[in-house]
């Protein structure tokens, strides 16, 4: 036997959710930048994050269901590790996500939500990750949020965040400075 015919080939499944935590990093990494995903929407972003060892909490009862099906403990939104929100419904709820502290920055969620690219609120973008700054549209996203977020995501301390627009993200690390133009 070879040492070819040891090594694993990886189903249709791992595949499918090791290009989505690609695409994941690499939106973090270039905050502002569009990466794709494999397939649209959340589901597959909560495939490629949540495991057993996962604390989720989920406003859309489809997809809660889902991310249950993963084995991942759902939990009150102040106790998450990862937040699928609606930002319309989950916007008034946007204080009780876990935002970490300065020695305890790892403590902070990630927020996970739907948003739709290149039109509406125009925001600049600065911080890593960007050369100089970058500017970016996004629509379905209140403009309170934002707001709130500059208050919540006081660096070390925050929360990251992905906004999903099909089979495109974009990410933005709590590092980010963000201004609503």
Do not use: K
């Not at 629509?139 to 934002?146: A, K, N």
Request: glycine share 8%; with cysteine.
């Amino acid at each position: 036997m070879s040492l070819l015919a040891a090594v694993p080939v990886p189903d249709a499944f791992e595949t499918r959710t090791n290009a989505t935590f690609e695409a994941l990093m690499w939106a973090l990494a270039r905050p502002g930048s569009v990466q794709t995903l494999p397939t649209p929407g959340m589901a597959g972003v909560a495939e490629a994050l949540v495991d057993r060892e996962c604390r989720v909490f989920c406003d859309d009862p489809a997809l809660a269901d889902r991310i249950a099906s993963l084995g991942a403990a759902r939990v009150a939104l102040p106790l998450a590790d990862h937040c699928f929100l609606g930002l319309d419904s989950g916007l008034i709820r946007l204080t009780e996500v876990a935002a970490g502290s300065a020695l305890y920055p790892d403590e902070g969620a990630t927020v996970v939500a739907e948003a739709r690219f290149g039109a509406g609120q125009r925001l600049r973008l600065t911080g890593p990750g960007i050369e100089t700054f970058a500017e970016i549209a996004l629509d379905g996203i209140s403009p309170i949020f934002w707001a709130l977020r500059t208050t919540l995501c006081r660096y070390p301390a925050g929360f990251d965040l992905f906004l999903i627009d099909g089979v495109r993200v974009i990410g933005l690390p709590r590092s980010t400075t963000i201004e609503v133009l």
